[in-house]
C-alpha cells in the first residue's frame, strides 16, 4: 500500500513539474549539468553520455539563464535517459575484458576475413586494428586499405561484428554511404538492416 502511494506521489510531483515547465516557471528545477562554450556553434547542444552526466555546448552568446532554462526544459528527458544509462554496462576501457574482446573478435576474424575478401573480390586484406572507440563501430581508410573495428563490438557477438566488417569491406569501393554503397551491401549481406538495428538496440 506504501508502494502504491509512494508511485502516485513520483507521478504527482511530475505531472506538477511537467505543467510549471510548461508554464515557463523561472524556479524549475535544473538539472546538474557541465558547459562548454564553443565559437563555431550555431545553436545550444545537450548530450547526456554513456555514464549519465549531462555536457551542454553553447555559442558564447548564449546567456547562462537561457541555457538554465533550455536544460530544465528538457529534465524529464534527461531522467529517461540517465535511468538507461545506469541499466548499460559501464563503457569499456582498457584493461582485462578489453583484451579478452580483443582475442575473440581476433579468433572470428580468422574465418571471416578470408571469406568475406573472397566473396567480395577484396585483394589483398586490409590490415584490421583493433581500437576502443568512443562513437563509430568500425572505420575504413581505403586509400591506406586499413580498416577499424570497435573493441566493444567483442561483447555484441558474431552478427554484429561480421555486419560491421562487412560494412568497412564496403567502403574500400564506395566511400561514402549513397546509392552504390548500400546496394554492396544489399547483395552480399540482405539482413544488413536487421543487424544494424539490433546493434543500435541496446
Ligand atoms: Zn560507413
Same mark, same amino acid.
Given at each position: 500500500?506504501?508502494?502504491?502511494?509512494?508511485?502516485?506521489?513520483?507521478? $504527482?510531483?511530475?505531472?506538477? *513539474?511537467?505543467?510549471?515547465?510548461?508554464? $515557463?516557471?523561472?524556479?524549475?528545477?535544473?538539472?546538474?549539468?557541465?558547459?562548454?562554450?564553443?565559437?563555431?556553434?550555431?545553436?545550444?547542444? =545537450? *548530450?547526456?553520455?554513456? /555514464?549519465? %552526466?549531462?555536457?551542454?555546448?553553447?555559442?558564447?552568446?548564449? %546567456? *547562462?539563464?537561457?541555457?538554465?532554462?533550455?536544460?530544465?526544459? !528538457?529534465?524529464? &528527458?534527461?531522467?529517461?535517459?540517465?535511468?538507461?544509462?545506469?541499466?548499460? @554496462?559501464?563503457?569499456?576501457?582498457?584493461? =582485462?575484458?578489453?583484451?579478452?574482446? !580483443?582475442?575473440?573478435?581476433?579468433?572470428?576474424?580468422?574465418?571471416?576475413?578470408?571469406? &568475406?575478401?573472397?566473396?567480395?573480390?577484396?585483394?589483398?586484406?586490409?590490415?584490421?586494428?583493433?581500437?576502443?572507440?568512443?562513437?563509430? &563501430?568500425?572505420?575504413?581508410? %581505403?586509400?591506406?586499405?586499413?580498416?577499424?573495428?570497435?573493441?566493444?563490438?567483442?561483447? *555484441? $557477438?558474431?552478427?554484429? =561484428?561480421?555486419?560491421?566488417?562487412?560494412?568497412?569491406?564496403?567502403?574500400?569501393?564506395?566511400?561514402?554511404?549513397?546509392?552504390?554503397?548500400?546496394? =554492396?551491401? /544489399?547483395?552480399?549481406? @540482405?539482413?544488413? !538492416?536487421?543487424?544494424?538495428?539490433?546493434?543500435?538496440?541496446?
Amino acid at each position: 500500500m506504501a508502494q502504491i502511494f509512494h508511485r502516485f506521489l513520483a507521478v $504527482g510531483v511530475a505531472a506538477v *513539474r511537467r505543467a510549471l515547465m510548461v508554464g $515557463g516557471d523561472m524556479n524549475a528545477p535544473v538539472p546538474q549539468y557541465s558547459l562548454t562554450r564553443r565559437k563555431n556553434m550555431r545553436r545550444t547542444v =545537450l *548530450r547526456v553520455g554513456a /555514464d549519465g %552526466a549531462v555536457r551542454v555546448s553553447a555559442p558564447p552568446w548564449v %546567456a *547562462r539563464r537561457e541555457i538554465d532554462e533550455f536544460v530544465a526544459s !528538457k529534465a524529464a &528527458w534527461i531522467a529517461r535517459r540517465q535511468a538507461l544509462a545506469d541499466t548499460l @554496462p559501464a563503457p569499456l576501457t582498457a584493461g =582485462l575484458e578489453a583484451e579478452q574482446l !580483443k582475442t575473440w573478435i581476433w579468433e572470428q576474424l580468422d574465418d571471416l576475413m578470408p571469406v &568475406w575478401c573472397a566473396r567480395m573480390g577484396v585483394e589483398p586484406q586490409p590490415r584490421v586494428s583493433l581500437k576502443i572507440m568512443k562513437s563509430r &563501430w568500425g572505420s575504413c581508410n %581505403a586509400l591506406r586499405r586499413s580498416i577499424s573495428l570497435n573493441v566493444e563490438l567483442g561483447r *555484441r $557477438g558474431r552478427d554484429a =561484428l561480421e555486419y560491421v566488417l562487412v560494412h568497412e569491406l564496403a567502403h574500400l569501393f564506395e566511400s561514402n554511404h549513397g546509392p552504390g554503397f548500400y546496394a =554492396l551491401m /544489399d547483395l552480399h549481406l @540482405p539482413d544488413w !538492416k536487421q543487424r544494424r538495428k539490433a546493434l543500435r538496440a541496446r
